[in-house]
């Protein structure tokens, strides 16, 4: 059974650092696509950064060069370094992985995701 375990939200000041780390258990997280994604109140869920199986990771324009997205396929867990945090930042935060392949174009879209973990928070301040 495949679950998901978030931790490492918080709050953090404007240009804070924060790293969120996912648990996986019942997968090898290399052999699955996985992602990042976000909530704000009132809002969509939206695609923060994917990593495919291969490795190749890819980002939302808008945490490009401030997010990075790792795994650690010893530990199997997925992480979410997240630097120069701003307050548009603020959201819960999920893990996610899809049993089997996905690709560029669809990484950091939610409906393609089989699974998901139980969400961490995120707040920055001003």
């Known amino acids: 059974q495949v679950q998901l375990v978030e931790s490492g939200g918080g709050s953090v000041q404007a240009g804070g650092s924060l790293r969120l780390s996912c648990a996986a258990s019942?997968?090898?997280?290399?052999?699955?696509?996985m992602g990042w994604f976000r909530q704000a109140p009132g809002k969509e869920r939206e695609g923060v950064a994917g990593?495919?199986?291969?490795?190749?990771?890819y980002y939302a324009g808008s945490v490009k060069g401030r997010f990075t997205i790792s795994r650690d396929n010893a530990k199997n867990m997925l992480y979410l370094q997240m630097n120069s945090l701003k307050p548009e930042d603020t959201a819960m935060y999920y893990c996610?992985?899809?049993?089997?392949?996905?690709?560029?174009?669809?990484?950091?879209?939610?409906?393609?995701?089989?699974?998901w973990g139980q969400g961490t928070q995120v707040t920055v301040s001003s």
């Open positions: 996610a992985a899809r049993a089997g392949g996905c690709s560029w174009w669809n990484v950091l879209g939610p409906s393609v995701y089989n699974y």
């Open positions: 990593i495919l199986g291969s490795g190749s990771t």
């Open positions: 019942g997968y090898t997280v290399s052999t699955y696509c």
